[in-house]
């Protein structure tokens, strides 16, 4: 191993992340920068604004394009403004830019779900907790698709900015319910004792691909700053959220494609869940796989699912 006095004489320059401007964002920015700090390395961090940014009166489903959280960031990194992207791995497009590489991925947070409910909104009679009817915040077509599969009652509507703002919004009662990746509210630290918490199974409820992952995104020319990073690698997270995102780059998808994979790995046998619809108000699909191919189960989960499409339409 190198000592810390080798690691400084390795880099000589100041190691600049590229982030968003949320809470969020910036959390996971300062928790990269705290692990590269602790390896002795001068970091600083570098605040862009992305397209998601910046354009908040529209759901995701109907803005041009993919990454929208990851293109502004992605194209500082390659035109050499920054040397390191923090992404939630689950808005990273499939495939990397032509230059750019995953060079770690971080420890996973519980890939749960969080529905937050306004008290006078809650039925603990009633699949997910809230009322019959109840008007339900979310702009993800993943998070729609599940909801509606198992409460047609509900109203969607749509709800944007970052999680701090989303919460607040429930708390004005724009809304009686709204649904956000359990992750982001953890590691927040946001008390939310003033409304009913109801936290979903990722296995019953599926997650986004590498949901409560971070990509940590490189140069692919930075041979230097790879092999520091890999100090951070989390390979057994890789392997998993490898056959999540395999299976929506199989279906040449998006964040706002309406699929949802979780994997875990147990006795060397990955279990493979998968929920998917052509649209966020159309049939939903749900399989579950098991085996020890990771890239043979990706594809086979890609085919199971279409079969069930072909045999709902």
């Known amino acids: 191993m190198r000592t810390l006095e080798n690691q400084k004489t390795l880099s000589n320059r100041t190691i600049v992340i590229g982030s968003r401007g949320s809470d969020l964002a910036l959390w996971q920015a300062h928790f990269v920068q705290d692990q590269l700090t602790a390896l ?3 970091v600083r961090i570098e605040i862009i604004k992305t397209q998601g940014d910046k354009i908040q009166h529209l759901s995701f489903d109907k803005m041009e394009g993919k990454g929208f959280f990851t293109k502004e960031i992605e194209a500082a990194l390659l035109e050499k403004h920054i040397d390191l992207a923090i992404h939630s791995h689950k808005d990273l497009e499939t495939t990397s830019p032509d230059g750019l590489k995953v060079a770690a991925v971080s420890y996973r947070e519980d890939p749960s779900e969080l529905l937050l409910v306004n008290p006078d909104a809650v039925d603990a009679n009633q699949i997910f907790e809230f009322k019959k009817n109840a008007v339900v915040g979310t702009s993800s077509a993943r998070r729609k698709v599940q909801l509606l599969h198992k409460r047609s009652d509900i109203e969607l509507k749509d709800i944007r900015g970052n999680v701090p703002t989303r919460i607040q919004k429930l708390r004005d009662g724009q809304f ?7 992750a982001g509210v953890k ?5 939310l004792s003033d409304f009913h918490s109801v936290k979903l199974n990722p296995n019953e409820f599926i997650p986004a691909p590498a949901q ?6 490189i140069r692919e020319e930075d041979t230097e700053l790879a092999a520091v990073l890999d100090q951070l690698n989390h390979p057994e997270v890789a392997e998993t959220t490898h056959i999540e995102r395999e299976i929506l780059r199989q279906f040449n998808g998006g964040c706002q494609l309406p699929l949802g994979s979780y994997v875990v790995k147990e006795n060397n046998e ?5 929920a998917m619809a052509e649209s966020w108000d159309g049939p939903m699909a749900l399989h579950e ?3 020890s191919n990771a890239n043979q189960l990706a594809t086979d989960m890609v085919s199971e699912l279409k079969k ?6």
């Open 289 to 291: 796989l098991r085996g």
């Open 187 to 191: 590691r927040l630290e946001i008390d």
């Open 212 to 217: 409560g992952v971070l990509a940590l995104q």
């Open 40 to 42: 002795g390395y001068d």
């Open 176 to 182: 009686d319910a709204i649904m956000l990746a359990y």
């Open 308 to 313: 069930k499409h072909a045999t709902k339409s």
């Open 270 to 274: 990955f279990i493979v869940k998968a």
